[in-house]
Each structure stands twice: as C-alpha cells, then as structure tokens.
C-alpha cells in the first residue's frame, strides 16, 4: 500500500474510533484510582479490550493489563501506557469531573491509555498492514517508587527481546495537534532520598543545653546546594531539591530531631551516581558539625530516559509525512522530569515523545501538570493514536 494511502486509512479509521476513544478517557477521569490500586481500571481496560477481540491479561495484583497482538513473524514492538492517577482534589468543574475528592487524572495518564486503547483497536483491524508482534502494557504505579516498570521487567511481561518501546507523556509545552521529540538523552534521572537529623532536644531558653537540629539542617539545606554549584560541571545539568523539611511542635521548645526529604535529578549516570555519595558525606560532617548525627536514606534511582537517535529520526520523518513538518516539534533540551519508563529503555531501543495538549488560544503551559486545574486538549488524543499507529506500522511494515 502506497504511504498517501495508508496514511488516508489511518486518518479515517482515527476518526471512526475516536468517539469511543474520549469516551473511555473520561470514563478513567472519572474514576481515577491512586498507584497501586488501579483495580477497577485494570478491569475497565480489559473489558474494553475484550470488546474489540483483544484478551487481555492481568499482572501486579490485577493492578497492570497487557495484551499481544500477532501477525506472522517479525519484530517485536512494546507500546506502553501508564493509568495510575495523583493525590489532588480537582477543581476544573468538568462535566466529567473526577468523582472521588482528594484523587486526579492531573498528570494525563488518562489520555495516555485511551490513547493506547484507540491505538490497539485500529492496529488489531489493520493487520495485513503490518507483520510481527505488538505487545500492550497498561502499566500501574509511574508515579510512585519504584515504579510500575520494574514489575513488568521483573515479571518477565516486558520482553526483554524486543525491538523496540514506545510510549508519550501528554505536554503543555506544545499545542494540541503537535509533537514533541527529543533525540539522546530526554528525561532526567532521579534519586528520592531522606535526611533523619538526630539531636537533643530543650528548653528554647537554654540552646546550649541542646544540640539544635533546625539549625543543622537549615545549614544542611544551603550546603547541599553547593554539590549542584561546586562539584559538577556547568555543562552537565543537574537539579537537587529539598522539599519537605520538618521539625518540631511548638515555638519555644527545641525538637529531638529534624527531618529533610529530596530529590536529585541528572541527565548523566556517572554524575548522579556521584553526587548521590557527596549527599550522604556532606548531610553526615554538617551534623557533626554541629554536634549531631545524620541518617541518610535512598529511596529509588531511576536511570536517565534515552530515546534511540535513529526510532526518532524515523518517527519524526513518518510524522512529518503524515501531519506536516510543523507539526513535529525538535526539542533542544531534555527535561528535568523523571520518568519509569526509562527502565524499558535501558533493557531496549525506545522512543519517549511529548504530545501536545494546549489548547489553541491558550498560552502553553497554563494549568500544567499535576495542577487541580489541568485540563487537557482531547483533541490530543487523535494525533496521540496516530503516532502510536505510525511507529508500529513504520518498524513492521509488510512493504
């Protein structure tokens, strides 16, 4: 079949589905479900995918979907969605507002699996357009350690043959219509980790009597941010942030303890395997400066996201032949976000993009991610099905 062809049959079966498709996006906004307890999503999903002939398959405590796909043999191409929701009472008043106080689709993942749904119902009907295998996850926990992915890839559900990966995360940095690539290095690699500072606690009348740890960790705060200014080249972007610090009860008197809790993001493994070690020296000779100790723990590490130069440079021709050159947009620089997806990509080739969803109209970024007022083109959703349709057919093609 000739490109202006299938591109023709795409754009209209696109059209035929895509009812269903913001039908089943706001049914998840609705009802959103927080990480790791993504249930009635994982039955919802998989009962959508039993409707148009795909048997589904539950995995992490009935908390993840997945799905395969087969014509004949071939390569092998994971498309992934992530459906947990975030910790955030909506304020959009939405007709489909979400019904439960205190949880959100803020972060899109919403979008992203309709978006996978609408990309597995054409790819199903269209498969003498494509011969190998397309698996579908429907992951669970991005958004908290360590991650939906690692439990995919520990279970085996992830093939680590495969490929290639794909996946997006909606963008406000973009319009609704456009898309947003990256080549190398994407998104930031991350550490969380906590800071127990342990002093003495007293009178707020006699500190001598104590060994004060907010005035040790107001000091440690400072401190730490001299490893991002001092021991790091300009050149290498990295980002450390404390962001909760707790201590004490009342103004006058002294607490035993302080509590600090952070995050460290960098685009290079080597560096952030570095700073994560000064972390822990400098939080233990800033307490002992002071008199106290300090207790150091790491929560998770997700590696760097890397898209593979030559999936970009294919999806970003692709695209352009479909939508138009000004609808695919070069990003100069990766972001500072973090993402679990990144753990596919270090076992197989993987593209990562940001699918616009501003509004015309509407100045990008407005009610960004994770705000109680996001709001998301769902018009996205067309050109979001489209790119999963494109890079599956481009890596599988029968021609």
Known sequence: M????????????????????ISVRRHLHQHPELSGAEFQTARFIAGKLKSIGISPTFHLNKTAVSARLKNGEGKTI?????????????????????TKKGVMHACGHDMHTAILFGAAAILNKIKSDWKGTVILLFQPSEEVEPGGAVGLIEEGVFPLVADAVFGLHVSTDHYSGTVGVKEGVDYAGITTFDIMINGKGGHGGTPE??????????????????????????????????????????????????????????????????????????AVTTAKAFRATA???????????????????????TFSEYAGKTRVIQRPNPTMYAEDFSYYQEKVPGLYIHLGVSKKGKKPSDAGLHSAFFNPDESALETGIASHVLFTLDLLKTE
């Open 2 to 21: 000739q490109k202006k062809a299938r591109f023709t049959k795409i754009h209209n079966l696109i059209d035929t589905i895509i009812p269903d498709v």
């Open 78 to 98: 994971v498309l992934r969605a992530d459906t947990d929701a975030l910790p955030i009472t909506e304020k959009t008043n939405l007709p489909f507002c979400s």
């Open 209 to 282: 009597k104590t060994v004060d740890p907010v005035v040790c960790a107001a000091t440690m705060v400072t401190e730490l941010q001299s490893l991002i200014s001092r021991e790091k080249s300009p050149f290498i972007p990295a980002a450390l942030t404390i962001g909760a610090l707790n201590a004490g009860t009342l103004r006058n008197i002294i607490p035993d303890s302080a509590t600090m809790n952070g995050t460290l993001r960098c685009h290079n493994r080597e560096m952030m395997d570095y700073l994560t070690q000064r972390i822990r020296d400098m």
């Open 295 to 317: 207790e150091v723990t790491f929560n998770r590490s997700y590696p760097p996201g890397f898209n593979d130069i030559g999936l970009a440079q294919r999806f970003c021709d």
